[in-house]
């Protein structure tokens, strides 16, 4: 009885086993089965979309696609026609176009003279100064300015800004000590002073043993015993009334859930839901098709006067 309930509680974990992993596997989708009629297609190859037949394979092309099939002449082909890449760069300077010795020896028209005229400014058109107008030696300057004395209110312009009363200037790198800084002899407290502060090697307090604690304690500390006060403060916070623990992430199924027999409703609600999708959802295959009681009647007398051609 024994060795037949673990083959039955055996079987039932990996029945258990295999439904947990087939709700575990992503969703599907199913809108294949309504649009996909032809076998799948992988684009990029150099496979046919239809299968050709041994007959077409055989055929031979008519002169009219021979004639299609040939490629498109290219007219930039020859000497005469073609012309490099730098014939139409711009900042040569050699010439762009090889010229013949009968173009450099004609002479050109009178048209072609004032064409090559350049424009000429209006008669109030004044230049620009130039921009280097103010450096030394563009001006000539007359004697007559040279010996005029200067105003008082130039020379009073020409003074450069001077600073705040209050400015100071940046301090020297390297500070010069003086002699009688050097010669003095430092008091007592500013050798104390001077004296660097000893620390162990290292931001850690001495070892010692685990039960010992970090800082000394004396024996009244160690001896004395706290008030109702302090233990009422000690008290951890408690849980309010009615309070519930967080589920576990995982918990054992019963036995009795794991035989349990799902309902024909359940199986039911389990069956996917298969929809359509939009791009086919106003497709109708059968557009089309002629139905078998459509071919077999008669047009009217009046729909036959509708369907005669117009004569024109």
Not at 98 to 119: G, H, Q
Request: aromatic share 6%; proline share 9%; net charge positive.
């Amino acid at each position: 009885m024994t060795a037949t309930q673990d083959t039955m509680d055996t079987t039932d974990q990996a029945t258990t086993l295999r439904r947990v992993y087939q709700l575990a596997s992503p969703k599907t989708s199913k809108s294949v089965w309504l649009t996909n009629y032809e076998p799948k297609l992988v684009w990029g190859n150099q496979d046919h979309l239809w299968p050709l037949s041994p007959t077409a394979l055989r055929a031979s092309a008519s002169p009219r696609l021979e004639r299609l099939a040939l490629s498109k002449r290219n007219f930039q082909t020859g000497r005469k026609i073609c012309r490099p890449e730098f014939t139409y760069s711009c900042g040569r300077s050699s010439l762009v176009w090889e010229v013949s010795p009968l173009a450099m020896t004609a002479e050109s028209t009178e048209r072609v003279k004032v064409l090559a005229l350049p424009k000429m400014p209006p008669p109030e058109y004044q230049d620009d100064r130039p921009e280097n107008a103010f450096s030394d030696g563009i001006w000539s300057v007359t004697e007559g300015a040279k010996r005029c004395p200067s105003r008082e209110r130039t020379e009073f312009l020409a003074r450069p800004k001077t600073p705040h009363q209050y400015y100071t200037g940046n301090r020297q790198v390297e500070t010069t000590v003086p002699g009688p800084a050097q010669r003095t002899v430092a008091t007592p407290r500013v050798e104390d002073l001077a004296r660097p502060k000893s620390r162990p090697a290292g931001p850690f307090l001495e070892p010692g043993h685990p039960e010992q604690s970090i800082w000394k304690v004396n024996g009244k500390a160690r001896t004395a015993s706290a008030t109702q006060r302090l233990l009422e403060l000690a008290k951890p916070k408690g849980l309010a009334d009615g309070f519930v623990a967080n589920r576990e992430v995982m918990w054992p199924v019963s036995r009795s859930a794991r035989r349990t027999q799902h309902t024909e409703r359940l199986a039911q609600l389990s069956v996917p839901i298969v929809r359509a999708t939009m791009d086919h959802v106003q497709f109708d295959p059968d557009a089309f098709l002629v139905k078998e009681t459509a071919k077999k009647g008669r047009c009217s007398q009046r729909v036959e006067e509708l369907a005669q051609p117009l004569v024109r």
